[in-house]
C-alpha cells in the first residue's frame, strides 16, 4: 500500500511536471515565435525604409536637375501626395505588393532659394500604423544670387513668424528726416533721405536687442536721396551704391561703399533725353540687377525708364536705344530673368500710379524694352508696391474701396495671360511687400497693424473679408514707403514723418 501510494505519488507528480514543461515550452515557444517575428518585423521594416529614403533621394535629384535647367520651372507645390508608380521599383504595388506613397512640397523662399520637403510613407500591414521617412533640402540659384548682387534670401528666417507673434528689438529715435529709402545687405543697412545728412550706413546685429548703429554718413552733393539699391561685385569683392538725386541734371549718382565707415562718392550722371524743365525730372527709383541698372523718373516730359550697363559698375553707362515714354509715375519695380521657349529673358514688373497700368511687364532683354502685359485694377487706386516670389507676383495698392492687395502668376503675365490670382482686402494701403522666407510680409498704413505677415496660401484670402490672410500683426507707425528690409535673420523697419520722430525698427520673433 505504502509502494502503491508512493508511486500514485510519483505517477501524479510526473503528470504535473509535464503539463508546467509543456506549458513552459508552450510559452518558450510563443515567446521564440514572437521574437522571430519581431525581428523580421524590423528587419523588413529596416529594409523598407532604406528603400524609402533613397526613393526621397531620387524624387529630390529629379527636382534639382530641373532646378539646374530652369529654376523658376520648380513650382510652388503644397503638399502633393500621389503613389509612387513612376519608379521602376514600385511595379509591385501595382500586382498588391508592398506600396509607398510621395508628400511633396516645394515652397520659395525668394527668387534664389526654395525649400524641398519629400516625405515617403508605407504600410507593411493593417496590424502595423503607417510609417514614413521625412527628407528636406535646399535648392538655391547661383545665378539669381549673381544678378541680384547678394541681396537675396537663400534661407527662411529663423522661428514662425506666422504662429509667434513679431516683438520690438532694438529701435533707433530720430528726429524728422523724412526718410525716403532702405536697402540691407549682409551685416549694413542704408538709409537715404530728403534731409541731411541724406545717406547713413548702419552696422546691424543679429541680436535683435541691439539697435543698428550708425557708423558713417555723407551729403556729399547736398541734395535729397529718393532711393538706394545697393550690390555687391563678386569679381572685385567691392560695395557700390546707387542712389536716385532729387535733381533734374544729374538723377543718378553712385558710392564705393566697401569701406562702410568712409563712404566714396565716385560720380553722377544724367538720365538721356529728360527735360530739365518738364514735370517731375528728378530720379525716384533704382533696381540693379544683373550687370544692369533699371532707373525710373516720376511721369515726367520724355521717358522715364532708362537701363544702365554696370559691367564695370564704377562707371554706369546708359544703353537704352530709344526713348520709352511709360506715361505714369513707377512707385516700385522688380526684375527677373526666365526662361521662355529654351531661351533667357529678362522681365521688368512695374507697379504704378495710372488710371490704365497699374501693373505693367515689359521684356528688357534688348536695348529698347517692348510692352508684354498691361493691366487695369478694378477701382482707382494707385499700385505703390511689388514683389515676385517664385512664379507669384504681388502687387499693393493705396486704400480703396476695392482689394489692396493681389496677386498674379507672373509665368502667365509675360505670355500675356492677365488673371488674377487672388485679391485681399488689407483695410489700408499696402506701402511695402516682402518675404520671411515662408510667410509674405505687408507694410501698410493701417493704424495700429502696420507691420503684418500673411499667409502665404492664397486660398485664405478675400476679397470682401478685411486681413482674412492675415497671420499676424505688430504695431510700427509711420511705415515709409518700400520702408521694410530683411537682414541678419531680422526685419528691419523705418518710419517717415515731416514733424514727428522717426523710427529705425527691429523686429523679431523669439
Not at 513612376?86 to 500586382?95: A, E, F, R
Not at 522688380?334 to 497700368?357: C, M, P, Q, T
Request: contains cysteine.
Amino acid at each position: 500500500m505504502k509502494g502503491l501510494f508512493t508511486k500514485n505519488i510519483i505517477v501524479g507528480f510526473s503528470t504535473i511536471e509535464l503539463l508546467i514543461a509543456f506549458a513552459l515550452l508552450s510559452v518558450i515557444m510563443v515567446g521564440a515565435v514572437g521574437s522571430i517575428m519581431s525581428a523580421q518585423y524590423w528587419f523588413i521594416t529596416a529594409q523598407i525604409s532604406n528603400e524609402a529614403i533613397n526613393k526621397s533621394k531620387i524624387i529630390i535629384g529629379n527636382i534639382q536637375a530641373v532646378g539646374t535647367e530652369n529654376f523658376q520651372q520648380v513650382s510652388t507645390i503644397t503638399s502633393e501626395v500621389s503613389k509612387d508608380e513612376g519608379l521602376l521599383s514600385d511595379k509591385s504595388c501595382i500586382d498588391g505588393g508592398q506600396c509607398y506613397f510621395v508628400d511633396k512640397t516645394v515652397t520659395d523662399i525668394s527668387s534664389c532659394a526654395k525649400e524641398v520637403t519629400v516625405s515617403v510613407s508605407w504600410k507593411i500591414s493593417e496590424r502595423y500604423p503607417s510609417s514614413s521617412v521625412t527628407t528636406r533640402s535646399y535648392l538655391s540659384n547661383n545665378n539669381e544670387i549673381l544678378s541680384a548682387g547678394g541681396d537675396c534670401l537663400v534661407e527662411a528666417l529663423h522661428n514662425d513668424w506666422g504662429e509667434v507673434l513679431p516683438q520690438l528689438g532694438g529701435q533707433i529715435i530720430l528726429p524728422p528726416q523724412q526718410i525716403t529709402g532702405v536697402d540691407v545687405l549682409g551685416e549694413y543697412m542704408y538709409v537715404t533721405s530728403m534731409q541731411s545728412p541724406f545717406l547713413r550706413i548702419f552696422k546691424l546685429s543679429d541680436n535683435p536687442d541691439h539697435a543698428p548703429v550708425l557708423v558713417s554718413s555723407s551729403s556729399v552733393q547736398g541734395i535729397r536721396i529718393n532711393d538706394i539699391d545697393v550690390i555687391r561685385d563678386y569679381l572685385t569683392g567691392r560695395m557700390y551704391a546707387y542712389l536716385m538725386q532729387h535733381s533734374s541734371t544729374s538723377q543718378l549718382i553712385v558710392y564705393d561703399v566697401t569701406d562702410s565707415t568712409s563712404p566714396e562718392f565716385l560720380a553722377e550722371y544724367p538720365l538721356l533725353n529728360v527735360a530739365s524743365a518738364g514735370s517731375f525730372p528728378q530720379g525716384w527709383r533704382v533696381v540693379a540687377y544683373g550687370n544692369q541698372l533699371f532707373v525710373v523718373t516720376r511721369e515726367t516730359t520724355g521717358p522715364e525708364l532708362h537701363i544702365f550697363s554696370i559691367m564695370d559698375p564704377r562707371l554706369p553707362l546708359e544703353i537704352t536705344t530709344a526713348p520709352i515714354n511709360l506715361n505714369r509715375t513707377v512707385n516700385d519695380m522688380v526684375i527677373r530673368d526666365e526662361i521662355v521657349n529654351g531661351l533667357k529673358r529678362r522681365f521688368l514688373y512695374l507697379a504704378a500710379s495710372s488710371d490704365l497700368k497699374e501693373v505693367g511687364v515689359y521684356d528688357v532683354t534688348d536695348t529698347v524694352p517692348v510692352e508684354i502685359a498691361a493691366i487695369n485694377l478694378n477701382g482707382n487706386a494707385d499700385a505703390v508696391s511689388i514683389y515676385l516670389n517664385g512664379s507669384i507676383l504681388y502687387v499693393g495698392r493705396r486704400n480703396s474701396t476695392t482689394p489692396e492687395l493681389y496677386a498674379f502668376n507672373s509665368q502667365k503675365l509675360i505670355a500675356n495671360e492677365l488673371q488674377v490670382l487672388a485679391t485681399g482686402e488689407v483695410g489700408g494701403e499696402v506701402l511695402a511687400l516682402t518675404s520671411t522666407g515662408r510667410e509674405l510680409v505687408v507694410g501698410t498704413g493701417k493704424n495700429g497693424s502696420e507691420f503684418q505677415i500673411w499667409n502665404n496660401d492664397l486660398q485664405t484670402w478675400n476679397s470682401l473679408v478685411v486681413n482674412a490672410g492675415q497671420l499676424s500683426s505688430f504695431s510700427s507707425p509711420r511705415i515709409a514707403p518700400l520702408g521694410i528690409d530683411i537682414g541678419m535673420n531680422n526685419m528691419f523697419v523705418v518710419s517717415q514723418s515731416q514733424t514727428l520722430s522717426e523710427n529705425i525698427s527691429v523686429l523679431y520673433t523669439p
